[in-house]
Structure formats: C-alpha cells, structure tokens
C-alpha cells in the first residue's frame, strides 16, 4: 500500500472519530444502566450452595486438565511399542514381549499382553483374549471421565437448589413488611438466581468436555485394538498354517504305520486316531483274506 493511500485512510479515521466525539457532545445525557455485580459479589450471592458450585468448578477444571494429558494417543499407544513387539513376536521371543509390555503400561501395552498370554492356545484364543482386554481397558477409560457428566448433572441441579431456597427467605422477608415494595423483593429473588447462573456455568462445559473425551475415546480405542491385531498378523498366519503342515507332515509319516504305534506317537489327535482306525482295518482285512482257502 503506498503512502499517499495511508494518509487517506487515517484522514478518514480521523474525521469519523472528530465527529463521533462532536455528536457525543451534543448528545443528551443518558442515565447509567444498571450496576453490574462483580465477582466477588457474585460469589457472595451465591451463599454456601454457591461456593460448593465453585468447589465443584475446580474439580471440574482439573478433570479436564487431567484427561487432556492422558487421553493422548501417545500415552494409550506408545510409539515403537508395536514394532517391538512385532518383532519379538517374529522371533518368537515370548517373553521380551512380554517384558516389553511392562515396561510401557498404556491402552496397548495391556492389550498385547493379554494376548501374549494364550499364544500357547492358538490365534482364536488370542483374539478373543484381545477383544477382552480392549473391551475392558475401554470401560475403565469410560468410567475414569465419567465425573464430568456427574458434575454437569449435579451442577444445575444444586443451583436450582440454591435459587428455590433463596427464594422462600426472600418471600419470608417479604410477608413480614406491612406495606412492602415490589423494589424491596427485587434484590432477594435476584440473589437467589445467581446459583442457578453458577450452575449453568460449571455444568455447560462439563458436559461438553465429556462429549468431547467420550469420542476421543471411541477414536482411540479403536485405533489400538486395530494396532494390536496388526501385531499379531504374522503370528496369525503362521498359527493358521502350522496345524495344516503339521497335519500333512503327520499324515505322511504315519503311513504304512500299526495302529499301536501311531497311537503311542500322536495320542489324542483326531487326525492320528482316524488315520490308525483305517489302517487297522485295512489289516484285518488282508488277515481275513489270508485265512480264507
């Protein structure tokens, strides 16, 4: 902008601020509005009700301030922890994931060691052990900001409280005057409101916070259970192939085999126990054949 087009602009401003001040001058005099209460008579309006409302403000600004350390992604899913653990699981180092695990507690750290827990039984039994343990790590998050929606609760309902009482003592002082004032009431019923107005004012952004977390939470959570089933993907795999190939392996060692023997290797397999029932049969049926003339 050139220089020519400043001087402009702050001639203009300063004719539109000559004739504001020239207009207010002549104005007529307005009377003052009506005096507004300052803080500290706000809180002391408010009694005792309204300085349990201001108690439960604090509460709720430290609630707040808490669960926006917390409920971080960083602080459910610590970065690195899923590659290590994904790699010990590649090596199948049980323990050191395990180990892991402790040494970062967080959302993920738990679930992954609930699922470490059952590799021994298989992938199913360390899903369904994943989903658990999701499942109740959420609750627990659920429950932990829960005293946000108590308090937006409680709130209003204390300032409701507050204001009914304020307003049977102003009523109470009103029917003991001979002739009384509408004026004479006024101060009494607007004091009892200023509780209502202090619960309104925990309670809003109470609940907005809670709303807030709630979904942070839905977001988080999912993010970690879908973390910690993408740790376990090759374990997954390798667990879904390895009975097929043990089978096969098992299937083509066993032929050929006595019933007794394969038994006494392979107790309490299905496929063992089938393979030895036909070979068995297949026995009595070449005896029978060799018996017969």
Not at 7 to 17: N, P, S, W
Not at 125 to 130: I, N, Q, T, Y
Not at 178 to 188: C, D, H, I, K, M
């Amino acid at each position: 902008m050139s220089w020519r087009r400043i001087g402009i602009v702050i001639a203009l401003a300063l004719m539109f601020c000559g004739s504001t001040l020239w207009a207010a001058d002549r104005a007529p005099e307005i009377p003052a509005g009506p005096k507004m209460m300052s803080l500290g008579e706000l809180f002391e309006a408010g009694g005792t009700i309204g300085y349990i409302i201001t108690g439960l403000s604090f509460v709720m600004v430290a609630l707040i301030v808490e669960h926006l350390i917390s409920l971080r992604y960083n602080a459910l899913v610590p970065p690195g922890l899923a590659d290590s653990i994904h790699h010990h699981l590649a090596l199948r180092h049980f323990e050191e994931a395990r180990q892991q695990c402790q040494f970062h507690p967080s959302f993920l750290a738990y679930v992954l060691a609930a699922g470490l827990r059952e590799t021994d039984l298989g992938y199913s039994a360390v899903e369904k052990s994943l989903e658990d343990a999701a499942v109740e790590q959420s609750a627990r998050l659920y429950r932990k900001i829960e005293y946000l929606s108590v308090i937006g609760t409680i709130a209003p309902m204390l300032g409701l409280l507050g204001t009914v009482w304020g307003m049977i003592l102003a009523f109470m002082e009103f029917e003991q005057k001979a002739n009384p004032q509408v004026s004479e009431l006024a101060p009494g019923i607007y004091k009892a409101l200023v509780t209502t107005l202090q619960g309104l004012c925990v309670a809003i952004p109470a609940l907005a916070a809670f709303a807030h977390f709630r979904n942070r939470i839905d977001q988080l959570v999912a993010d970690g259970s879908l973390t910690a089933e993408a740790v376990f993907a090759d374990y997954k795999r390798f667990a879904l192939t390895e009975p097929r190939t043990e089978r096969t392996k098992a299937a083509a060692s066993l032929r050929g085999k006595p019933a007794t023997e394969m038994q006494l290797e392979n107790p309490g397999t299905a496929a063992v126990a089938s393979q030895a029932r036909v070979v068995a049969k297949s026995e009595r049926s070449t005896t029978d054949r060799g018996g017969t003339p």
